[in-house]
């Protein structure tokens, strides 16, 4: 079993806590994504998985053995764990040629000959490589040039596949068709998949769960759709997808956008999550609806036109909201008074986070 266990694990760079009393479980065979902005400890949790860097406190496993244990004083360097690695450079050797490219690593590892050449093959076959592998890397595109890099990996056949920013440097075609790539290999190859990246979408399109990071601390863990329709705080809320926040207050029992008298109140419940008088609603563009009349008052600044949707800046008091419709949608002309009604929101109080 290649579940993956950290257990109050935490690194310090001098007085800089990278990561702070992490508590995870990447489960058996599935794809987890390492999310947040740079700088959260998403690269360092993956080194420290790797043993690139070794942990201040706690430990981990995968199944049942230790790999890094502060109270055992224990540490398994990185060439005795054998997880396959890709990294966001291609790291391809430009003197030898696809398959000897990846093969090297099972050289180094005193395979058989007989050994070396079935599990290359088997590489390069997974990975559509077996036709050119008698070419140079300078003579195919960065996708295949990730590609080898992932026959590399797996051609050690890995529990663990470790990919750090593995698609960055791909354009946005080539990055869509990865994606699907690395998912149908861990579905056909059953290895755990530990993929960090600073991609928001990437990471939904990929993972069965994601864990979102900030400043070293887990945010939240749990599947794309949770995560999206359940963000636990301002922060993952504003990390995840496109966002708009509207700060609050109420008054007479009802709420109204602060510092916009004009807008009339909020028709619709107060959110749960929304405690004291003064709070922030939370939206996504997708889930505003503009019409003529009634509605939260506002004004259309700017609208712009992106092929199947409409993409409107709304201006309610000091406040701009980011709206989009579908092309066939009623259309409002810049200038022109709407309102504006919440087909759904999140509520979080006022000092919360952002």
């Given at each position: 079993m290649a579940t993956v266990t950290l257990s109050h694990v935490t690194k310090r760079f001098g007085g800089v806590t990278a990561v702070r009393d992490l508590d995870l479980e990447i489960r058996d065979g599935e794809c987890f994504s390492l999310l947040g902005p740079s700088g959260c400890g998403k690269t360092t949790t993956l080194r420290m998985l790797a043993g690139f860097e070794d942990l201040d406190e706690g430990e981990i496993r995968?199944?049942?053995?230790?790999?890094?244990?502060?109270?055992?004083?224990?540490?398994?360097?990185?060439?005795?764990?054998?997880?396959?690695?890709?990294?966001?450079?291609?790291?391809?050797?430009?003197?030898?040629?696809?398959?000897?490219?990846?093969?090297?690593?099972?050289?180094?590892?005193?395979?058989?000959?007989?050994?070396?050449?079935?599990?290359?093959?088997?590489?390069?076959a997974d990975t559509g490589l077996l036709k050119v592998q008698s070419a140079f890397p300078g003579e195919l595109s960065g996708g295949e040039k990730q590609r080898i890099a992932l026959a590399r990996a797996i051609a050690i056949n890995p529990q663990v596949m470790l990919l750090d920013e593995p698609l960055s440097n791909l354009d946005p075609k080539l990055r869509e068709e990865m994606r699907f790539e690395i998912k149908d290999l861990q579905r056909r190859l059953g290895f755990t998949i530990v993929f960090v990246t600073h991609d928001q979408a990437e990471a939904m399109a990929i993972s069965d769960r994601m864990l979102v990071m900030r400043d070293g601390v887990l945010q939240q863990v749990g599947s794309p759709v949770a995560i999206y329709e359940q963000p636990a705080s301002r922060f993952v809320f504003s990390f995840i997808g496109l966002s708009n926040f509207l700060p609050m207050e109420d008054r007479d029992g009802r709420s109204y956008v602060q510092g916009a008298p004009g807008a009339g109140p909020l028709e619709a419940p107060r959110p749960e999550g929304a405690a004291g008088p003064t709070w922030t609603l939370a939206t996504r563009p997708t889930h505003i609806d503009l019409q003529a009349g009634g509605g939260l008052r506002g004004t259309v600044l700017r609208r712009v036109y992106l092929g199947e949707v409409v993409e409107y800046r709304v201006r309610v008091g000091p406040h701009e909201l980011r709206i989009q419709k579908g092309a066939r949608d009623q259309v409002f002309e810049e200038g022109a008074p709407v309102g504006l009604t919440f087909r759904q929101y999140l509520g979080y109080p006022e000092d919360a986070a952002g």
């Open positions: 995968v199944g049942d053995r230790v790999f890094s244990s502060s109270a055992r004083r224990y540490y398994l360097p990185p060439e005795q764990r054998d997880f396959g690695m890709v990294f966001q450079a291609f790291a391809v050797w430009p003197h030898l040629n696809i398959f000897d490219n990846v093969a090297f690593p099972l050289q180094i590892k005193g395979l058989s000959r007989a050994d070396i050449q079935a599990k290359t093959r088997r590489a390069l």
